[in-house]
């Protein structure tokens, strides 16, 4: 059985025999997984290489482009500016910046932005990949287009827009892009790992991902539609955008987010204890609440698969996503994941850098958090 490095409470044994498996088998190359329960790490591990030759191990500090994962962190820096009172998820965009409210867009709320609803998943105009680095550029088109929907009406997938998105209210609101924000009034106060635009002086710690086989549209579920195409064509995403300097630097807030299993469940068990985690807190007790408002439950116009989606994280959604009533969940083009319940008081996070060609994840994840859930029960 492969070598699985960190620590883990006994009757979590079967996460480490679970992870252990999927490297012995070659479903992932390096991967780390971590639970934190009740604020704190009861299952901490990883393994495997962090490069697709195994000539360098994954370390305990080894990071990875987390993709959609990342989106995590930005619900939850717009949650605490609402919890402050400084941002209205009910107010139009408009409201905070002003340019946006043009072109069909001057009804668009911030809720609309958070649940994917807000017609905008996607650019009219053409964008090369290195474009996405131009946050001036990336915004402002957004500001200027018409929604390719009528706000509201549903839910279709914002697979990168929706970090420009929300970004650029919060640089409105507070003056700091979302990175700095995020590093100053999360990561640090969590001593948490986790980079949205990472410094070169990190850059030795990356273990690049990966690139999954190519997606065949003939065998996605669900159906391939020409919003589809539009959203995920322009630019083209390929995953080897990540092992790029320019990509690593920029602030890409819906895909680009550096970290591991222990980074993204250490920020997010401020969710999962309702504001507040290790002794710190971020967010009043109810600061949390809005995520469980449901802003879209049908099928996704863009994945063409059925989405129930709250204030930014997906919600309980049988039967692919069978969760509590207070559990919230968000994952990352490849495979990573994180789940939070908040009536368990539990994170459940998995990173890797093998990535599989799924857009709405995959087994190896769904195993990882079936072996944690059966651990909390025993």
């Not at 001593?191 to 996605?220: K, Y």
């Amino acid at each position: 059985m492969a070598d699985v490095h960190g620590t883990c409470e006994p009757r979590f044994e079967a996460v480490r025999q679970t992870l252990a498996g999927q490297l012995e088998s070659g479903a992932d190359v390096g991967a780390s997984v971590a639970v934190y329960l009740h604020g704190e790490p009861v299952v901490d591990l990883w393994g495997g290489w962090a490069d697709p030759e195994r000539t360098r191990p994954w370390e305990r500090d080894t990071l990875t482009n987390v993709w959609s994962t990342t989106k995590t962190m930005t619900f939850l820096v717009a949650l605490m500016l609402h919890d402050r009172g400084e941002l209205d998820f009910h107010a139009p965009v408009a409201r905070y910046w002003p340019e946006f409210g043009t072109n069909g867009k001057e009804r668009i709320e911030v809720r609309h932005v958070m649940g994917h609803t807000a017609g905008l998943s996607g650019w009219e105009e053409p964008l090369a990949a290195e474009d996405l680095a131009d946050w001036e550029l990336c915004t402002s088109r957004l500001a200027a287009q018409a929604p390719w929907w009528e706000p509201g009406t549903g839910s279709g997938y914002h697979a990168v827009t929706q970090g420009y998105l929300i970004g650029e209210i919060v640089r409105r609101i507070t003056g700091d892009s979302i990175g700095t924000f995020f590093a100053r009034e999360v990561a640090r106060q969590l001593d948490a790992d986790f980079h949205i635009g990472l410094p070169p002086s990190e850059d030795h710690r990356v273990s690049n991902v990966i690139p999954p086989p190519p997606i065949n549209p003939a065998d996605m579920e669900g159906q391939v539609s020409d919003l589809m195409l539009k959203t995920f064509l322009n630019p083209p995403i390929d995953a080897t955008m990540a092992h790029h300097g320019w990509w690593r630097r920029a602030e890409i807030p819906a895909a680009n987010g550096q970290g591991n299993a222990r980074s993204v469940a250490a920020v997010q068990s401020v969710v999962a204890g309702r504001g507040q985690t290790r002794g710190v807190r971020l967010l009043s007790a109810g600061g949390t609440d809005p995520i469980f408002e449901v802003q879209a439950d049908g099928v996704d116009k863009v994945l063409g698969v059925r989405q129930r989606i709250g204030m930014g994280y997906g919600l309980s959604n049988p039967p692919e996503m069978p969760l509590g009533p207070r559990a919230c969940y968000w994952g990352g083009y490849g495979g990573s994941v994180i789940i939070v319940d908040q009536d368990a008081d539990l994170a459940i996070c998995y990173v890797m850098n093998k990535m599989e060609s799924g857009l709405v994840g995959d087994l190896r994840g769904a195993n990882i958090v079936a072996a944690a859930v059966a651990g909390l029960a025993s």
